[in-house]
């Protein structure tokens, strides 16, 4: 109603003008929305619900959230893969192969810090057995290596050398013979 009114109670919303061309007005009527535009409106916060809902993981005050790292990224990922191969979801495509860039970027950070797969490994619940789960273990790195893919990592085996490595560096820094843990961060710098 507002908008069929606009034009004759207030003129166009906005005059553009450059010099040496004529004027052009853009009646309020040209920003009336359909129902087409409301679906594109429906669809991206469908899109945009994705990344909420994965943010609200880490949203916990009183329970640490690191250990869901990985497992959040990778529900993301997925959900947004098949919204690319969605027909409901072509125009928007593009943005989504934007957003899933600027997440594997991301992903791809987690092999460079450690500490995600110690506090998943650490979890009580899940261990080393949510590594094996989606990436395999030793049997399902050879049959890729078998289908042909000589790049195949072992991701069970990169886990427990992750493991290792840390457990090597901690001896190095706890004091031979000590029985009680000092609450001096400084003591154990060198793991970080």
């Known amino acids: 109603m507002f908008v069929k009114s606009a034009d004759e109670l207030f003129g166009p919303i906005t005059t553009i003008w450059h010099p040496g061309s004529p004027a052009k007005h853009i009646p309020w009527t040209a920003f009336t929305i359909g129902p087409v535009d409301w679906e594109h409106v429906n669809t991206t916060r469908n899109i945009i619900s994705d990344a909420n809902n994965i943010q609200q993981y880490f949203s916990l005050e009183l329970q640490p959230t690191l250990w869901q790292a990985i497992m959040v990224v990778e529900e993301l990922q997925t959900a947004w893969e098949a919204k690319c191969d969605d027909l ?56 890729e290596r078998a289908a042909g893919n000589l790049n195949a990592v072992n991701w069970h085996n990169e886990a427990l050398k992750i493991i290792e490595k840390t457990m090597q560096d901690y001896s190095k820094c706890v004091p031979t013979g000590a029985t009680t843990c000092s609450s001096s961060p400084s003591q154990y710098a060198c793991l970080y």
């Open 88 to 143: 409901k979801y072509a125009l928007f495509k593009p943005a989504i192969e934007g957003g899933l860039d600027k997440v594997n970027k991301y992903y791809r950070r987690f092999d460079e810090k450690p500490i995600y797969v110690l506090a998943l490994v650490l979890h009580p619940y899940y261990k080393l057995d949510y590594i094996k789960m989606p990436w395999g273990g030793p049997k399902e790195h050879e049959l």
